[in-house]
């Protein structure tokens, strides 16, 4: 819940000359500081702030998030952006993830929607931290530990990492999880379990595109092999960010076609003119097409770490990625499906009074709350409030932001001939 900071204390209400809150009262801030003693730097700002504005303090500006069930190419690297993170070291952190966390399941003997589920938190978890500050291995398994309790598929931390490290060693060197060994990592699971659900905002919402694609390959009459191939690149395609970019039907139509393609055979039943109907899966060409490239990029560059890639030759991606490159310039489709301009700054979109003249607002929380804050920093410096109803989050905000807002107004006096002349 939001913090709601008291008004200061009137004058002569205090009975005792000696009490703190007449000794402070001089000093709003002090007594304010006083009266809540472990309040953070950031907050002390902002009832200074709302003081110097309306003279009583206003409600603090709370974090409010809410919970994103797609994210946008665009969002994702402003997020990436944000935190700092290097595009090649980001790549193979994020292939060596999923890989452990493939690895482990199948350990494990756990099904494919808690993979499904482990990888997308673990993608969420990775766009708000830097990752100076985690070992992947452990984002990994927090990640796991946590998709294992969503999807009902229980498993102790204990489990998951004796698991991971019985697959290092031998059948003679392998431990149970009762070991001490473990006992360190597993706190270290737990700590990083809130901060999971907090990077995705709690939001237990979870797409298992796997049985739409086999409905999808009944429906169309599709051979058993296009199937096979169709369903290990899905497992390949939550190796990248389309999971949080697309739909289910989109992700498992593109994944159909490029089994089509690499096999060549039966393409016509899923793209042409006697193709799929997209109106009837609720997708277009254009979405298809981003996950269909975003898979080419992944076998093209990181062939050797997926499960599909093995068992073909680049060249044939590479003749792939040709053809789709020629439809989309032919078709004039973007790389990405939804683009967003970039925000601009306070600085940079801010122009003086006299530029405009009449009255300007500027609201405070831009400087009280910059938007690279992480999620554990968020949590330090003030209340972190979830929600999954993006019109009362707008409402809530809109009402907060009338105490922390600067208007000021200008206005222009002719001094006249007068004037001039005596100056």
Not at 81 to 99: F, H
Not at 213 to 231: A, R, S, T, W
Not at 381 to 402: H, I, K, S, W
């Amino acid at each position: 819940m939001a913090h709601y900071y008291p008004d200061p204390t009137p004058e002569g209400v205090c009975e005792s000359p000696q009490s703190e809150t007449e000794e402070n009262f001089g000093d709003p801030i002090a007594a304010f500081e006083s009266e809540f003693p472990s309040i953070s730097p950031l907050d002390t700002l902002a009832y200074r702030l709302a003081m110097m504005e309306n003279g009583t303090p206003g409600p603090h500006p709370s974090f409010i998030q809410v919970a994103r069930p797609f994210i946008f190419e665009a969002h994702i690297r402003e997020m990436l952006e944000a935190i700092g993170s290097d595009e090649a070291k980001e790549d193979t952190m994020r292939l060596q993830g999923i890989s452990w966390i493939d690895q482990v399941r199948r350990a494990l003997q756990l099904p494919v929607r808690t993979f499904d589920t482990a990888a997308v938190y673990f993608h969420k978890f990775r766009l708000v931290h830097v990752e100076t500050e985690y070992n992947f291995q452990d984002a990994a398994a927090a990640a796991l530990f946590t998709a294992c309790k969503i999807e009902d598929t229980l498993k102790k931390s204990k489990e998951i990492l004796c698991a991971a490290y019985n697959l290092k060693v031998s059948q003679s060197e392998q431990l149970s999880p009762d070991d001490n060994v473990f006992e360190g990592p597993s706190k270290t699971i737990l700590g990083l379990e809130r901060l999971m659900l907090e990077s995705s905002g709690f939001d237990f919402r979870s797409r298992y595109p796997q049985g739409l694609l086999c409905k999808i390959m009944k429906f169309y009459c599709l051979d058993n092999d296009v199937g096979q191939i169709g369903y290990s690149i899905m497992l390949d395609l939550y190796r990248t960010f389309a999971p949080l970019k697309q739909s289910s039907a989109t992700m498992a139509l593109a994944c159909l076609e490029l089994a089509t393609r690499v096999l060549k055979k039966q393409i016509d039943k899923l793209h042409g003119e006697n193709g799929a109907d997209l109106n009837l899966w609720s997708t277009s060409r254009h979405e298809i097409m981003e996950s269909l490239l975003d898979l080419l990029d992944l076998y093209t560059h990181h062939r050797n770490q997926t499960a599909l890639g093995q068992e073909h030759p680049l060249d044939t991606f590479i003749a792939i990625r040709i053809t789709l490159n020629q439809e989309a310039f032919t078709k004039g489709l973007r790389r990405f499906t939804e683009c967003c301009k970039k925000r601009v700054s306070t600085n940079e979109s801010s122009k003086s009074l006299s530029e405009i003249g009449g009255k300007k607002e500027t609201p405070i929380e831009s400087k009280l709350l910059p938007s690279t804050l992480l999620a554990g920093e968020r949590g330090r410096e003030g209340t972190v409030r979830y929600m999954l109803d993006a019109e009362r989050a707008r409402v809530e905000q809109a009402t907060v932001d009338t105490f922390f807002r600067i208007e000021e107004e200008e206005y222009v006096v002719n001094a006249g001939p007068e004037a001039s002349h005596k100056r």
